[in-house]
């Protein structure tokens, strides 16, 4: 039980008590009460019972692994250099491990076989504590997990001392190996393909029909290969019309743990020039031109698009809000221009956007695995194949080398490898 008493000095009562510093001395910690005695005194017993609830939660021998990655979450990678983005990836991953048996064991009894087990269930899926059987995550997703723990557990051992070695080390990630049926009549490749222009076309006519909201985004990702969160964050700020280029420095996407859209920087955290063409010139111009339109009218149903800056930590980020235009606008409300709007002023959100498009999966023909990213591996594939430099492609597409341009989402068509086969011929013939 900690010690402590008050005095006066001034007009003004204080209270003080012992606490243990990191090195297991007691020093006294002295705080500003009120002017009354007995309110000081009520301040006094708070303070030292917040203390020594603490004090036990954090001896070794009582913590648990969801109390360290709380700790950790908080002292360490709330106030760190990763981005915001990074850190709710993280958070999430937190999130998640709680929901498992492994966050309820004592910190000291966690062996690097309880931590493989874990992951292997992550990796290979299996039955999940809620009775549920589910298949393997993503290798990137379990990244995410295992970083997780391999820095919480690191924290664990130094700078906490709570344990003497980290059980991570011992950690392998190991990878669902890829089954191959050798004697299938299947021709078809594996991996995201690219669209056809034709498809491309179906696809506007469907959702002219269906939801024409999500036609313009789609345009803007199919001629620019902008990401799903940088195509809704883009503003008309953004777009020289005249030169033809965006400048891309920002995305949205849906923070769980806040129910709110956040606005941040991209995924590489740069900004980046996307130089278009005369068909997306024109595209823009008729959609800015049906904006002001739809301004006028629905008139006070309108809606403005609005970004607030909120600070947390040594971490600043920026909360997406819209408003009628008859409501009042609060003062640190700042307006956006957003290009992919509703036909209200509301923005198009990645969210509305991801579900517009597992629609066109089921119900249109040929898009049976229709994703939005699929509109940038469909932009990339195209520029390689028409001979564009494969630097060019990567500086458009944000990349932090190109050999992830080429490995990832250069699709070669068919008739691409068969001329590319053919030049063979060739030289046969010129021998």
């Known amino acids: 039980m900690a010690k402590g008493s008050v005095r006066k000095k001034g007009k003004k009562w204080y209270y003080r008590f012992y606490v243990e510093d990191a090195s297991g001395n007691l020093v006294q910690k002295e705080y500003a009460g009120t002017e009354s005695k007995s309110e000081t005194e009520k301040l006094l017993r708070k303070a030292m019972d917040d203390y020594d609830n603490k004090k036990f939660i954090a001896k070794p021998e009582h913590l648990t692994v969801a109390q360290l990655l709380d700790i950790w979450a908080e002292e360490e990678l709330k106030t760190g250099p990763l981005s915001n983005g990074t850190v709710e990836n993280y958070l999430g991953a937190i999130r998640q491990i709680k929901k498992h048996p492994l966050a309820d064991r004592k910190l000291k009894t966690v062996t690097a076989d309880h931590l493989q087990a874990f992951l292997d269930l992550l990796t290979f899926g299996g039955e999940f504590p809620d009775g549920k059987v589910r298949n393997g995550y993503s290798k990137d997703y379990i990244h995410s997990f295992s970083a997780v723990l391999q ?113 941040g920087p991209t995924k590489r955290k740069k900004v980046r020039i996307v130089d278009f063409g005369d068909r997306l010139t024109e595209i823009l111009k008729t959609a800015k031109k049906e904006q002001l339109k739809g301004r006028l009218q629905y008139g006070e149903l309108y809606h403005c698009n609005y970004y607030r800056e909120v600070k947390d930590k040594n971490r600043t980020y920026y909360e997406y809000y819209n408003l009628g235009v008859t409501e009042e606008v609060p003062a640190d409300y700042k307006e956006l221009s957003f290009v992919c709007l509703r036909p209200d002023g509301c923005l198009e959100l990645p969210t509305t956007l991801g579900t517009v498009c597992r629609s066109v999966s089921q119900k249109l023909d040929g898009f049976e695995d229709f994703h939005f990213h699929q509109l940038r591996h469909t932009y990339t594939s195209n520029l390689l194949a028409n001979g564009a430099a494969p630097k060019d492609v990567q500086e458009l597409l944000g990349h932090s080398d190109v050999r992830t341009t080429m490995n990832t989402y250069a699709h070669s068509t068919r008739k691409a490898k068969q001329a590319s086969a053919r030049i063979l011929d060739k030289v046969a013939c010129n021998a």
């Not at 503003?235 to 859209?261: P, V």
């Open 151 to 263: 820095q919480s557990f690191r924290f664990a051992v130094f700078p906490k001392q709570y344990i003497s070695f980290n059980p991570m080390q011992y950690i392998k990630l190991k990878t669902q190996t890829e089954e191959v049926d050798l004697f299938s009549d299947d021709e078809t490749e594996s991996g995201i393909k690219p669209i056809s222009h034709e498809d491309y076309k179906r696809l506007i006519a469907y959702l002219e029909k269906k939801n024409p909201s999500a036609i313009l985004p789609i345009q803007i990702a199919y001629y620019a290969g902008l990401r799903i969160g940088e195509t809704c964050a883009l503003t008309w700020q953004d777009i020289n019309l005249k030169e033809q280029y965006l400048i891309i420095k920002r995305s949205i996407r849906y923070d769980g743990a806040k129910h709110k859209y956040i606005i």
